[in-house]
């Protein structure tokens, strides 16, 4: 039933052309704004959700998840051109593609990146369609208590993985946690944290929240450490097909790459830069004393463009499956798809399979597409690079805010929008990493709400997360994670 939802999306694509155009303009964009340093991937969603409000669900999901993949891979072509990564993504890549780049090898480094992006995205696609259904049927069994212990899971997964700041990230969550509560109390309907406001009585939408912290917040970060000039030069570009033995030695970085992004991708709040990390790390290793890593490798940028591809289609098994976000960028699709009125979760599979196949097939149209427009459109995208900083973020500004007030015609999302950027950029200044507040305020209500039910229902015991075995597996592992710092810090000192 899925893969026939599946094959209907390739259809809808074929028998109207003006779908298929506006997936080739949303690629295009999602590249270009994937390689304008200062703009990542998750800003690029943000900047674009507002926009598919009044579109189909189908349709809107389809174009945030074309900018989605091809914003991954234009990441990497200001990394390898300029030494300037694009996204989080591809602050690997340029250890080696931009030495490529120096060489007079821009072009080469570009294809493997292209190259190594593709496979990733299909392989993390075709895993995405194994593993996900069979998540889904498991998670039917979940009930209250598992989803509290879900959520607080994902909680404490993204302070741990805040590399070298736990406290920052567990502060950082629990400011999300405070807004997520502010709002009509869903159990007993009374009004809290409102401060007599009409406005914040139906709680802070995610939207603005999102557009704010991840578009405003990096427009600021950008223009304080900007010059606001043009970029360095560009250097030639020439062919982008690498030689054909140099293919032959690196495919087997596509692989090891696209199996390390897909099992961080699937783990909720890894992110991009822990797995091309993880991949480059163990590229180093299964080519030791074979290659010049540092200096030029082309296995140090395919692996991990392979891995921050195949990443994608991993951070999208917990979405569709569980309804936690695998990374920043699927928590704005947790929030397109709210908007639009389906719940992502297990029951997603049942009530609205069509929906689960355009998610499939839009990301592996996306995935094609962005390899036929980089080989087609490539030189044309470097020229917008050029343009000057201050024009780029003044542009995106307007966008934010056009985008904020587009959700409900209201100034006040606007004002939200503003103050969340701002707030994010203050917590920038002061290394406070600003990704777990949103998750915070995603995952807060969800967790607050499914504790308090299951207390109710339990009449207050909480032996109730003990007593089935999913919540006991789920709480046995909560406790591990938070363990690991503590023996981790006992095994140094020994």
Same mark, same amino acid.
């Given at each position: 039933?899925?893969?026939?939802?599946?094959?209907?999306?390739?259809?809808?694509?074929?028998?109207? !052309?003006?779908?298929? #155009?506006?997936? &080739?303009?949303?690629?295009?964009?999602? &590249?270009?704004?994937?390689?304008? =340093?200062?703009?990542?991937?998750?800003?690029?969603?943000?900047?674009?959700?507002?926009?598919?409000?009044?579109?189909?669900?189908?349709?809107?999901?389809?174009?945030?998840?074309?900018?989605?993949?091809?914003?991954?891979?234009?990441?990497?072509?200001?990394?390898?051109?300029?030494?300037? =990564?694009?996204? =989080?993504?591809?602050?690997? $890549?340029?250890?080696?593609?931009? !030495?490529?780049?120096?060489?007079?090898?821009?072009?080469?480094?570009?294809?493997?990146?292209?190259?190594?992006? $593709?496979?990733?995205?299909?392989?993390?696609?075709?895993?995405?369609?194994?593993?996900?259904?069979?998540?889904?049927?498991?998670? @039917?069994?979940?009930?209250?208590?598992?989803?509290?212990?879900?959520?607080?899971?994902?909680?404490?997964?993204?302070?741990?993985?805040?590399?070298?700041?736990?406290?920052?990230?567990?502060?950082?969550?629990?400011?999300?946690?405070?807004?997520?509560?502010?709002?009509?109390?869903?159990? +007993?309907?009374?009004?809290?944290?409102?401060?007599?406001?009409?406005?914040?009585?139906?709680?802070?939408?995610?939207?603005?929240?999102?557009?704010?912290?991840?578009?405003?917040?990096?427009?600021?970060?950008?223009?304080?450490?900007?010059?606001?000039?043009?970029?360095? +030069?560009?250097?030639?570009?020439?062919?982008?097909?690498?030689?054909?033995?140099? *293919?032959?030695?690196?495919?087997?970085?596509?692989?090891?790459?696209?199996?390390?992004?897909?099992?961080?991708?699937?783990?909720?709040?890894?992110?991009?830069? %822990?797995?091309?990390?993880?991949?480059?790390?163990?590229? /180093?290793?299964?080519?030791?004393?074979?290659?010049?890593?540092?200096?030029?490798?082309? /296995?140090?940028?395919?692996?991990?463009?392979?891995?921050?591809?195949?990443?994608?289609?991993?951070?999208?098994?917990?979405?569709?499956?569980?309804?936690? =976000?695998?990374?920043?960028?699927?928590?704005?699709?947790?929030?397109? #798809? *709210?908007?639009?009125?389906?719940?992502?979760? !297990?029951?997603?599979?049942?009530?609205?399979?069509?929906?689960?196949? $355009?998610?499939?097939?839009?990301?592996?149209?996306?995935?094609?597409?962005?390899?036929?427009?980089?080989?087609?459109?490539?030189?044309?995208?470097?020229?917008?690079?050029?343009?000057?900083?201050?024009?780029?973020?003044?542009?995106? +500004?307007?966008?934010?805010?056009?985008?904020?007030?587009?959700?409900?015609?209201?100034?006040?999302?606007?004002?939200?929008?503003?103050?969340?950027?701002?707030?994010?950029?203050?917590?920038?200044?002061?290394?406070?990493?600003?990704?777990?507040?949103?998750?915070?305020?995603?995952?807060?209500?969800?967790?607050?709400?499914?504790?308090?039910?299951?207390?109710?229902?339990?009449?207050?015991?909480?032996?109730?997360?003990?007593?089935?075995? *999913?919540?006991?597996?789920?709480?046995?592992? &909560?406790? @591990?994670?938070?363990?690991? !710092? %503590?023996?981790?810090?006992?095994?140094?000192?020994?």
């Amino acid at each position: 039933m899925l893969f026939d939802a599946f094959l209907d999306s390739f259809g809808i694509f074929a028998q109207q !052309p003006i779908l298929m #155009l506006m997936a &080739i303009a949303a690629v295009a964009m999602g &590249i270009v704004l994937g390689a304008l =340093p200062g703009v990542s991937s998750t800003m690029a969603l943000a900047i674009l959700l507002p926009l598919t409000f009044g579109m189909a669900p189908g349709v809107a999901m389809m174009l945030l998840l074309m900018v989605l993949v091809s914003s991954v891979f234009g990441g990497s072509i200001s990394a390898i051109l300029l030494n300037i =990564p694009g996204t =989080p993504g591809a602050i690997v $890549t340029q250890f080696d593609g931009y !030495p490529m780049a120096q060489q007079g090898r821009a072009g080469h480094a570009l294809g493997h990146a292209l190259i190594a992006s $593709t496979v990733g995205g299909v392989l993390g696609v075709i895993a995405l369609m194994m593993i996900a259904p069979v998540i889904a049927k498991s998670a @039917m069994e979940f009930r209250s208590p598992e989803f509290a212990l879900l959520a607080l899971f994902g909680l404490v997964l993204l302070a741990y993985t805040v590399e070298g700041a736990m406290l920052a990230g567990l502060l950082s969550g629990a400011i999300g946690l405070m807004f997520g509560m502010v709002g009509f109390d869903t159990m +007993s309907g009374v009004a809290r944290f409102d401060f007599g406001s009409a406005i914040l009585q139906n709680g802070i939408d995610i939207i603005p929240v999102t557009i704010g912290i991840f578009g405003i917040t990096e427009v600021l970060t950008t223009l304080s450490a900007s010059r606001h000039g043009a970029l360095p +030069s560009v250097p030639k570009i020439g062919s982008l097909i690498p030689p054909r033995l140099e *293919i032959a030695r690196v495919w087997p970085s596509w692989l090891r790459g696209s199996t390390t992004g897909t099992l961080i991708g699937a783990i909720p709040a890894a992110g991009s830069a %822990i797995a091309v990390a993880v991949a480059y790390a163990l590229e /180093r290793r299964f080519t030791r004393g074979e290659a010049r890593f540092g200096k030029g490798e082309p /296995r140090g940028v395919a692996a991990p463009e392979a891995a921050n591809s195949a990443l994608t289609g991993g951070a999208m098994i917990p979405l569709v499956t569980l309804g936690i =976000p695998g990374d920043s960028m699927s928590a704005i699709l947790i929030g397109a #798809l *709210i908007i639009h009125g389906l719940q992502p979760g !297990p029951m997603m599979f049942v009530e609205h399979p069509d929906m689960i196949g $355009t998610i499939y097939g839009s990301l592996m149209l996306a995935t094609l597409l962005t390899f036929a427009v980089g080989v087609v459109f490539l030189r044309v995208i470097v020229q917008v690079m050029k343009l000057p900083t201050l024009v780029m973020m003044v542009l995106i +500004s307007l966008l934010c805010m056009v985008g904020a007030f587009a959700i409900r015609n209201s100034l006040a999302d606007v004002s939200v929008m503003l103050l969340f950027g701002g707030m994010g950029y203050l917590m920038t200044l002061i290394r406070i990493p600003v990704a777990p507040l949103v998750f915070g305020l995603i995952l807060g209500p969800l967790m607050e709400e499914n504790l308090r039910r299951t207390l109710i229902l339990s009449r207050g015991s909480w032996s109730v997360f003990v007593e089935r075995p *999913i919540s006991a597996t789920i709480l046995a592992l &909560i406790i @591990m994670v938070m363990l690991l !710092p %503590i023996i981790a810090h006992w095994r140094r000192r020994a």
